[in-house]
């Protein structure tokens, strides 16, 4: 089974692009599909009623969603296989940006839309760092010159990273990605895949819920203002 | 093409002084039937129209060059450059696709000046020609009534000034061999300048229009229906009559709309020019 993680920000496109690649491999090969989201998801109902593939969704509530995917991968990868899937397409939330959660033995697909303004790329950072593919939508919508500093934006941040270029709803130009996805080998074993990156540092009073501002009301890992560079420490 | 070198050689980049031929092999309509063709060509300064009605495949058409179809889109058609199928980079790499794709849904977003527009656009591409941004805005100039200024913001221009900067920046900055234009013409930009200055740096340009003047400025015209191409019409000639007038009307049209514009009253004459 091939799995494939999605992720990119909110409305950039991801469910459009996961719908082409199942419209793509309809007939050929088995799908399943799990989204990922906080309080409220749609598009595991949407794709089961349009394609009759599995589908299904966890909400993340309190938790961090990129956390939650991480928890909940290896069992979602025994339901797909259980199911004999031959692709398994994960979608994440798309929140923070911070968190990168593709994994090995997977392809890893950033959505980035196009509109969402060109120095969006520079702010992603682990998003498209660690993906082997940024599929940028909505490029039929901005000028030639919004497109191409787009693209070179996206190649600053990961300068070997594939871009393909679409119009996810017509989807125009996402041949690279099927193939990419043809050629993906199998998870060779499920018991060793792991994160591709560090996640950022989660753990702390805010997260337990505490809601005073400031780091004076905090104990863990705090930062202040000033003096402090993207080096954290204790106090 | 005697020009081509003169004008534009200084920054011609490498993709687009390796191209000079594009090729399009038939695919087939909408119910299969293959298209009635053996191929189009397309070469420096060739300027064709794609006609038909709404939902006939204009669209389909110009993605098709768009993408290098290879036999693997709904058209089956096959898109080759100089005579074989494109090198993986002009497919892969959008960077080193030699085309620009100007429809009427692109938009330019940034609120910038048109001056640090397109000087982020030369960054992007990495040109070193000094003077390739006042030469740009000039160029956009000769395509529009409304004057741009390098300190206009991009977001308040009107439709018109943007349409021109995005082809004038298509031209030099992208400097794409071939322009495609899907349904530009209620701009309101200068057509047959546009046409002109294409010709004169050497682009080809396929225009999808419903516009009877860039139709019949246009040396071929595609005819679609149903999907695929319906016929290929080289008028040569035989459509000139008809195509002064339409380019009288369209003047006096163009006068008509300024004079409303500077807020007179059109009773005077002044039909036709």
């Known amino acids: 089974m ?15 692009v996961t719908r082409q690649i199942i419209r793509h491999f309809t007939g050929t090969k088995k799908i399943a599909f799990l989204k990922i989201d906080v309080v409220r998801a749609f598009e595991d109902e949407e794709l ?60 890893g697909i950033v959505v980035l839309s196009a509109v969402s303004g060109m120095n969006s790329p520079l702010k992603m950072g682990p998003m498209i760092a660690l993906a082997d593919v940024a599929v940028i939508t909505k490029t039929d919508l901005v000028s030639q010159s919004e497109k191409e500093v787009f693209r070179e934006k996206t190649k600053e941040v990961a300068p070997s990273i ?20 043809e050629a993906l080998p199998d998870i060779a074993d499920r018991k060793s895949i792991m994160l591709r990156g560090v996640p950022p540092l989660g753990v702390c009073t805010i997260c337990v819920g505490k809601r005073e501002i400031g780091w004076q009301n905090h104990f863990g890992v705090i930062r202040k203002l000033d003096h402090a560079d993207d080096l954290f420490r204790g106090d | ?65 768009e993408v290098f179809a290879q036999n693997d889109t709904a058209t089956g058609r096959t898109i080759l450059v100089n005579g074989e199928i494109p090198a993986e980079e002009f497919i892969r790499d959008p960077s080193k696709k030699p085309i620009a794709l100007i429809t009427q849904n692109t938009k330019c977003l940034a609120d910038m000046t048109v ?28 395509f529009t009534g409304e004057q741009i ?10 439709g018109g000034q943007t349409r021109s900067l995005m082809v004038a920046d298509a031209i030099l ?16 930009i200068f057509r047959e300048r546009v046409i002109e200055v294409l010709k004169e740096h050497c682009k080809s340009v396929i225009f999808v229009t419903h516009d009877p003047l860039v139709s019949l400025l246009s040396e071929r015209r595609i005819v679609m229906k149903q999907g695929g191409v319906e016929k290929i019409l080289m008028p040569e000639g035989r459509e000139v009559h008809i195509r002064d007038m339409v380019t ?9 709309r300024e004079r409303i514009r500077a807020g007179e009253l059109l009773t005077e004459q002044g039909f036709p020019v």
């Not at chain 1, 393909?164 to 130009?173: D, F, P, S, V, Y």
């Not at chain 2, 030369?122 to 160029?139: G, S």
Request: with cysteine; hydrophobic share 40%.
């Open chain 2, 248 to 256: 009288r009307l369209d003047l006096t049209l163009c006068r008509f």
């Open chain 2, 173 to 188: 900055i992208s400097n794409a061999p071939l322009i495609l234009l899907d349904e530009v013409e209620n701009a309101g």
């Open chain 1, 2 to 16: 091939k799995l494939l993680i999605i992720a990119g920000p909110p409305s950039a496109g991801k469910t459009a």
């Open chain 1, 162 to 181: 594939d871009i393909i270029e679409t119009n996810a709803i017509q989807g125009t130009g996402l041949r690279y990605l099927m193939r990419s996805i």
């Open chain 2, 1 to 65: 093409m005697r020009t081509y070198f003169s004008l534009n050689s200084h920054h011609v980049s490498m993709s687009a002084c390796s191209i000079h031929e594009i090729t399009i092999l038939p695919g087939h309509d909408k119910h299969g039937n293959p298209e009635q063709f053996d191929r189009i060509v397309i070469r420096p300064g060739d300027t064709i129209s794609i006609v038909g009605p709404t939902g006939s495949g204009k669209t389909a058409f110009i993605n098709d060059i």
């Open chain 2, 115 to 142: 001056e640090a527009f397109l000087a982020m656009h030369v960054r992007a591409r990495r040109i070193t020609e000094p003077d390739i941004v006042p030469e740009t805005i000039e160029l956009a100039n000769q």
């Open chain 2, 149 to 158: 200024h390098k300190n206009c913001r991009i977001t308040s221009l009107s």
């Open chain 1, 48 to 107: 089961r009623q349009e394609f009759g593939i599995p589908a299904k969704k966890i909400y993340s509530g309190d938790l961090c969603p990129d956390h939650t995917g991480i928890m909940v991968l290896q069992d979602a990868i025994d339901w797909a296989e259980s199911l004999g899937s031959d692709i398994f397409i994960v979608e994440s939330a798309g929140l923070c940006l911070r968190c990168s959660p593709y994994v090995t033995q997977s392809l």
